[in-house]
């Protein structure tokens, strides 16, 4: 009985070490990619990739074919303020 309890304990343990290393990661590479979707929105004109447009949809909380191109340029407008 005592043992998985030991070994409940060390994967607790393990998993937020992980989580607060790992955390730190998806913080950054979050702020890349918003700096990287920013670029190719600026560029160009609505229809954009998937990509970019899934990266739209879940900054405008809408579904991609609901996303004007006035909507575009205000979060464009907001992210460099």
Not at 33 to 43: E, F, I, N, S
Not at 48 to 69: A, D, E, G, R
Request: glycine content about 4%; aromatic content about 4%.
């Amino acid at each position: 009985m005592g043992a998985r309890r030991i070994r409940r304990q060390q994967r607790q343990m393990d998993m937020a070490k992980s989580r607060t290393v790992n955390g730190m990661l998806k913080t950054k590479e979050r702020d890349r990619r918003d700096q990287r979707m920013l670029g190719y929105v600026q560029k160009g004109k609505l229809p954009y990739l998937p990509s970019v447009m899934s990266w739209l949809s879940s900054k405008l909380n809408k579904p991609s074919k609901q996303i004007t191109q006035d909507e575009v340029t205000q979060l464009v407008k907001s992210s460099k303020a």
